[in-house]
């Protein structure tokens, strides 16, 4: 099957500072990614829906300056979450369409924040 | 907007027994997607099962099989022969064709006692 990566898998940082995740199609050509986030033994939540080569769609309540997603090219996306306070601590997971769409999405690992 | 409802927080079975979990969604389009994603402590989201909408016949692998009821907008799945490596959060999804992005259910902790 299609394989999506996703790094870091964890990270701690400190309140105010900006981190990272890439969510990368290995093996495939994405047009469509989206980001979830996942509270703890709560279901995954849509953020926002990433298209190659145009702004990402976010979802209604979901502060698009905070969350800025970057989708540069058809195998990367990239969740940056800007000036990070501890209730962006969260686990967030990544998906991809293959294009053609079979109708499955593809995972990634996931990204565990931890904002001290 | 579409809605998916999962009513069982938490469900257990002996090992080798038979357990169905529900889910039901709330939809006005015709065609779409539905799936059950297993999610271990390792957090993975791995694909069980999938039914198109379109498709009458009721999906099946291996031991998974669902049980597709599109007037009624349910989308059960049951499995057979437990075994303790099924023990999990199961995720009931949805998603349109049109639209594209995949709607989850809250999740039903399964528990396979030996």
């Known amino acids: 099957g299609a394989v999506v990566s996703q790094h870091p898998s964890r990270v701690i940082c400190k309140s105010g500072t900006s981190v990272k995740i890439e969510c990368r199609s290995l093996?495939?050509?994405?047009?469509?990614m989206f980001w979830y986030r996942q509270f703890p033994k709560k279901s995954l939540m849509l953020m926002a829906t990433?298209?190659?080569?145009?702004?990402?769609?976010?979802e209604q309540g979901v502060e698009k300056d905070k969350f800025l997603i970057n989708h540069a090219s058809l195998t990367l996306s990239t969740l940056t979450v800007t000036s990070a306070h501890p209730e962006d601590s969260s686990f967030y997971i990544c998906?991809?369409?293959?294009?053609?769409?079979?109708?499955?999405?593809?995972f990634g690992e996931g990204s565990r924040l931890t904002v001290l | 907007a579409q809605t998916v409802t999962q009513s069982q927080p938490e469900m257990s079975v002996q090992e080798a027994e038979t357990v169905t979990l529900s889910c039901t969604y709330d939809?006005?389009?015709?065609?779409?997607?539905l799936f059950w994603y297993k999610q271990p402590p390792s957090r993975q989201m791995i694909l069980v099962i999938r039914?198109?909408?379109?498709?009458?016949q009721n999906a099946t692998e291996n031991r998974f099989s669902v049980n597709f009821q599109k007037a009624a907008k349910s989308f059960s799945l049951k499995i057979s022969d437990s075994q303790l490596g099924d023990a999990a959060m199961y995720f009931c999804?949805?998603?349109?064709?049109?639209?594209?992005?995949?709607?989850f259910g809250a999740g039903t902790r399964l528990t396979v006692k030996p």
């Open positions: 999804a949805y998603r349109s064709a049109l639209i594209g992005d995949m709607r």
């Open positions: 039914q198109e909408a379109y498709k009458q």
């Open positions: 093996d495939f050509q994405a047009t469509t």
């Open positions: 998906s991809a369409i293959l294009r053609g769409n079979t109708g499955e999405l593809f």
């Open positions: 990433s298209n190659e080569g145009s702004k990402a769609t976010y």
């Open positions: 939809t006005s389009e015709s065609d779409y997607y």
